[in-house]
Structures are given as structure tokens and as C-alpha cells.
């Protein structure tokens, strides 16, 4: 376990999972550390898993908005002595991934965008609804009706199999895992990130999707992708928000193709 100090004075912690380059890894939530992350699939890199501010180890600071947090990952990179790195976001973890490279582009490599969180993102006047993809992707399944009574009534933990659009052992497993998170959801959402300011955001960009995720949906990594001026998807097949749980082979080499850009 490594200990840097964040833009805010306060101490985190990250782990180093794996051989090869390094590449540094925000997770989502907001606030959850970095630990179900996992290795990804078995990602051909080093992956540095950061915790976040108040996750896991680390302390928890005044600001938790996520351009706060991008400040942190530009002192985690000079705290490695890496000239540039390649990043990755899962989730909510995508966007201080973003604003770290739009105010820093010159020290990124590589950014891989996973199942982005689509929160900043406008509902697309003719996009499918989320009832209407969770009803096509998923009313044949037997977990159907208990997973969606579940998801309205906003009972996330009885409704993650259509999170991560299956129910297997290996679901039950990784969502039990206990963690020690930290609530500021309308904190972090409360810093905006211009489009505009992508423009800067050079390098090449990966937004790895599931075609059947139902917090990223269908319409969103198509309107990041408009908004990078070097962006590229990846679909995954019949895989959800957490592609590397069901399907760790396939997310890795998609990982490992963006990485090799």
C-alpha cells in the first residue's frame, strides 16, 4: 500500500496489483475505494488502485467534487515519477478522469473510459428509457421480476444482478464484499465539466461499453465520444456495469487493445 498527500492535505492510499506499465485507476461509486476493481480481467499493466478521498484508507478532505478529485491524481503521478501516465475510470470514476486530462493533457498517455457513468449527461430526447432497455434486455430472465421490484422501490442491493446483467456466484460474490465507502454523491456531482474544455484531450480516448448496462445506458458513450476529439468505443456483448466480473477475458483485451493505441 502506497500513501501520497491530496491537493486538500489529506493522506491516500493506493495498492499496485499486477506487472507492466503503470496505469492509475479511479473508481466510481462516488466513493467507493478501489479495491472492486480487482485486476480487471488480468490487465497486462500495473494497476495503481486509488482510494479516493474518505475511501477505504484514505482520509476524507473538505471537497469530494470530482474535479477536487482530479487534482489528486495529477500529485499521485508526480509522487510515482511518471512523465505521463495512462489512465482509467470506471463509472462515476470516468469523470475526474476527464478533468484531470483536460486541465493536465500534456501528462496523459492513454485515458480508458469504463461504462462511464452518464449522470452529467442529458437524456436524449428519442433514447429509450431506462424501463424500456431493462425490459428488453432482461424480462426473459428468472431474476426479472424480484430485480426489478427491487430496482424501483430503490432496493440496489436485491436489484444487482441487473446491474450487472446476470446472477451468478461470482456476482453474489464481488457485490457482498464489504468496503468502506463514503457518502458525498451531491458533492461530487456538484462540480459541471464543460465540453468544451475536452477539446484539450488529445490522446486517445476509449470508452469501453456494455450493451446491456443499465446505469450507463445505450446513447452515452456516444455523446462523450462527440465531445473527444480522439475517442474511440468498444462494445461489449451481453455484459453489464461491472464487464470484468462476468466476463474478465473480454474485458481485458478490450482494456489491453485501448492500451496498446
Not at 491516500?12 to 492509475?24: M, T
Not at 424500456?132 to 430485480?147: G, I
Amino acid at each position: 500500500m502506497g500513501v501520497f498527500r491530496s491537493a486538500a492535505g489529506t493522506e491516500l492510499h493506493y495498492e499496485l496489483r499486477g506487472s507492466g506499465p503503470l496505469l492509475i485507476c479511479h473508481p466510481g461509486g462516488p466513493g467507493r475505494p478501489a479495491s472492486y476493481l480487482d485486476d480487471l480481467g488480468g490487465v497486462g499493466h500495473t494497476l495503481v488502485l486509488l482510494d479516493p478521498r474518505g475511501t477505504g484508507e484514505s482520509e476524507p478532505a473538505s471537497s469530494s467534487a470530482f474535479t477536487d478529485l482530479a487534482d489528486d491524481l495529477e500529485l499521485l503521478r508526480v509522487h510515482l515519477g511518471a512523465e505521463r501516465v495512462d489512465v482509467l475510470g470506471h463509472s462515476a470514476g470516468a469523470w475526474p478522469v476527464l478533468a484531470y486530462a483536460a486541465r493536465h493533457p500534456s501528462r496523459v498517455s492513454r485515458l480508458v473510459l469504463l461504462t462511464p457513468s452518464r449522470v452529467p449527461i442529458a437524456h436524449g430526447a428519442d433514447e429509450p428509457s431506462q424501463d424500456e432497455l431493462v425490459k428488453r434486455w432482461f424480462s426473459a430472465e428468472p431474476w426479472y421480476v424480484s430485480a426489478k421490484t427491487a430496482w424501483d422501490a430503490e432496493d440496489f442491493d436485491r436489484a444487482k444482478p441487473m446491474v450487472y446483467a446476470a446472477d451468478t456466484p461470482a456476482v453474489r460474490a464481488h457485490a457482498a464484499r464489504p468496503e468502506t465507502t463514503a457518502d458525498y454523491y451531491d458533492d461530487f456531482w456538484s462540480a459541471r465539466l464543460d465540453p468544451e474544455d475536452l477539446a484539450a484531450v488529445g490522446v486517445p480516448v476509449t470508452i469501453i461499453a456494455a450493451d446491456r448496462d443499465v446505469v450507463t445506458g445505450l446513447a452515452a458513450p456516444h455523446v462523450l465520444a462527440d465531445w473527444l476529439p480522439n475517442a474511440a468505443i468498444i462494445w461489449l456483448p451481453d455484459t453489464g456495469h461491472f464487464p470484468w466480473v462476468t466476463h474478465p477475458s473480454l474485458t481485458r483485451a478490450a482494456i489491453d487493445e485501448a492500451l496498446a493505441s
